[in-house]
Structure formats: C-alpha cells, structure tokens
C-alpha cells in the first residue's frame, strides 16, 4: 500500500512527547481561515510513498527517538486512514509510539470500523477542535463539527489518550463564553492528557502568495502569548466547573 505524504521533519519537538519523526500527509477537506499549510490540501498529489519506507527512515534515526516516536499530521491523514493505519501497524511492530494529529473531520458511523482497527495500533491522538459552536466552526473551516465531536466520544468511549489542540484567533476563537463550554465539553472525558493552547500566527502567509491564493485573514494581528494564556485559563476554567460538580 502506497500514500501521497507531502513531507517529513526527522526531529519534531511540538508534535507529541519527546523527540519525534513527524509525517505530514497530503490532501485535506478543511479550509481554515488561519490554515498555514495550504500547500497540503489538494489530494492524490505528493510524495508517493510505502509504509515500510516511512518505517525505514524512522529506524535510521531510531537512536534519537528513545522518549518520542512516529507523528502523522497533514493536512487531514485520515482522508488515507487505510495508509495510516498499516504505517502505525508496522510501526507497532518495531515497538514505536505512534501519534495522530487529526481534525478528526472525517470520522462517522459508516466508516467506524477502520476507527476502530486504526485506534488498535494508536497510543495517542492530538485532536484539533477549531470551535464548540458547530455555525461558527462552519464559517471557519467550511464545516460544521460534528463529526469531530462524534470523534472526540468514540476516543473516549475507548479510552484512548487525547491531546487537545484549539488555535485562538482575536475576534474568532477567543470568546471567554465559547472557551469556558470548550472546557466544560472536553473536561468530561477522564483520557483528556493535555490541553495545547496555540496562539494564532501569520507565518503561513507567504504560501498563499506563492500559490496564487488569496489570505483570508488579510491583516488579522499574530496573537500574543499572554492572550493565549488567557484563552487558555478560560478553557480550564471550563474544565474544572465540570470536573468540580
């Protein structure tokens, strides 16, 4: 089995615990207005790609991994969960840590089978939650989060361990009331490891330019650590309001 990836970084370090070797898929249904990969949407292009090479790769290096492992993020990977899941297969077999960073946007009941086989052979899921609010995640992404959701309970139903990820955007993603019920929705779940409180960025930009594409976000402001703090206390706020009833 082949999959189109569009690169790789031999030493992640933001992406999972410890040092990590880090797979960035291609192809992606979400059109995020602070997307910074936008080079990574269009799918069966890339870098055509086995299973058994990425692994190769991994084991060249197998010596700076000792505390990290194999991180699969895209663009959206499982829009190939059938390559994903064989790389993490055979990745478990060589005794790696596998991490998934997904929207989980992909997932529903009519595929929940291949969940259920790609989760066998993963130890932990970074989950990207753009928005609580189903209309505004919709007028951010081009689609509503239900799905996401529905991922976020199949993971805890399985009690596999989650990272949480929420980019915060002045005057998009930074309402204290939608932060608290992000907080209040994800607290519920006892696999909840981590909350990653990422400030927005404008990094990205200079893709968009080179691909001819117009920035959505034209003008929007990087945010700063302290209002990322912020948004992030709100988040816990939320978190503990459940945890504490």
């Not at 932060?179 to 006892?190: N, T």
Request: net charge neutral.
């Amino acid at each position: 089995m082949t999959g189109y990836i569009h690169s790789t970084e031999s030493f992640g370090t933001v992406d999972g615990p410890g040092i990590r070797f880090v797979i960035f898929m291609q192809g992606c249904p979400m059109r995020c207005l602070y997307c910074h990969n936008p080079d990574t949407w269009e799918t069966g292009i890339g870098n055509k790609i086995t299973a058994d090479e990425l692994i190769s790769q991994f084991l060249k290096n197998k010596s700076f991994y000792t505390s990290g492992g194999i991180t699969v993020t895209g663009g959206e990977p499982l829009l190939q969960i059938d390559f994903v899941t064989e790389l993490f297969r055979k990745a478990k077999e060589e005794n790696i840590h596998t991490c998934l960073d997904t929207s989980g946007i992909t997932f529903n009941e009519n595929n929940i089978e291949k969940f259920t086989l790609l989760i066998k052979y993963t130890d932990l899921v970074m989950l990207d939650i753009k928005h609580i609010d189903s209309d505004k995640h919709k007028e951010i992404t081009g689609h509503g989060n239900e799905n996401i959701l529905a991922f976020a309970q199949f993971l805890g139903k399985h009690n596999i361990p989650v990272w949480i990820r929420h980019i915060v955007v002045e005057g998009i993603t930074d309402s204290r009331d939608d932060l608290i019920r992000l907080g209040e929705y994800i607290g519920k779940f006892s696999n909840l490891k981590a909350l990653d409180v990422l400030p927005y960025h404008t990094m990205g930009v200079h893709k968009y330019k080179e691909l001819g594409i117009k920035y959505p976000l034209e003008g929007v402001p990087a945010l700063s650590k302290e209002a990322a703090a912020k948004a992030k206390s709100f988040i816990l706020e939320g978190i503990k309001k459940v945890r504490n009833n």
